[in-house]
């Protein structure tokens, strides 16, 4: 298990970064390991090129940085309960999660972190674009912020523009908790448990209403969040290649597939980490 000298290349000023020097499919040493999380920790969202995983190969390196956990809606791969197929067909017009959002902001403890991984992409399009909510939160006015620190953010796994994009996966791949609706009750600034950082914890996909207020009420406010906190000086942009992983914190980053490549395919595998109730 030698140690494995990596180079890390920041992708944009707000967020993202590309590592280098790493054969993925080897098993990594703790100091690699660490360089890694430091990366991710600095970055919110890191990327590998050109790692030729199998599914076993590809769970081992998820353990080296949290306990991966089931999806609620979709049916794990063969073998490997907690690797979900995210897919787009030819025949096929919604992608998979096409809309900005934190991954499962609607469970009582999200996941900590999402592994992606790129099976087969289109010939153009089908980027993924990323935000960063730590900055998003610190460029708001000390009265806004004021305001937010004292609120709770009502999350559902219902709302319709997120819940629309699982439906042709949910067609092939249901679980027996595929018509539950999941709520959760979080708070709308979060303080990061590794950082001490405080970010923004709303997201467009989930985010229906804060505590306390009716949906009308929190809507102007939760409208304004939705859009600052993803205006472009927040944001990277990452294109895929076969072979190239995405790994982000889902506790400070929002991410968005976009969707621009009807006619082709793009088959993607995704692990998620074990996360903790946000405080």
């Known amino acids: 298990m030698a140690h494995q000298e990596l180079e890390v290349r920041k992708i944009a000023g707000a967020i993202g970064a590309e590592i280098h020097g790493v054969d993925l499919s080897a098993p990594l040493d703790d100091k690699s ?3 890694i999380r430091r990366a991710y920790l600095d970055n919110l969202v890191i990327f590998f ?6 599914s076993d190969q590809f769970m081992a390196f ?9 999806y609620p809606f ?23 999660g096409g809309i900005w959002h934190t991954d499962t902001a609607y469970l009582q403890q999200p996941p900590m972190g999402t592994m992606l991984i790129a099976r087969e992409v289109p010939p153009y399009g089908g980027d993924t674009l990323f935000a960063n909510q730590y900055l998003a939160y610190e460029a708001l006015s000390e009265r806004m912020k004021a305001l ?39 708070p709308v600034v979060r303080t990061h448990p590794e950082t001490g950082r405080k970010a923004l914890y709303v997201n467009s996909g989930h985010t229906v ?37 995405a790994f982000w914190d889902n506790r400070a980053a929002q991410h968005n597939p976009i969707n621009d490549y009807h006619g082709f395919r793009r088959i993607m595998h995704r692990i998620t980490l074990a996360g903790d109730t946000p405080v």
């Open 209 to 245: 209403a804060f505590k306390g207020m009716t949906e009308a009420e929190s809507a102007p406010i939760l409208n304004f969040l939705f859009q600052h906190q993803v205006k472009p000086e927040f944001t990277c942009r990452f294109s895929w290649r076969p072979g190239s992983i």
């Open 49 to 54: 090129r050109e790692q030729t995983l199998a």
């Open 74 to 96: 979709v049916k794990g791969i063969d073998g490997f309960p907690e690797i979900i197929q995210v897919a787009k067909l030819e025949h096929e017009t919604v992608n998979f």
């Open 62 to 70: 998820a353990r080296r940085f949290g306990q991966p956990i089931e």
């Open 148 to 186: 937010l620190d004292g609120l709770t953010g009502i999350n559902t796994s219902a709302k319709a523009d997120v819940s629309r994009t699982r439906e042709d996966r949910i067609k092939d791949s249901a679980t027996a908790q595929s018509n539950t609706n999941f709520v959760s009750e979080h």
């Open 33 to 35: 390991v660490a360089a």
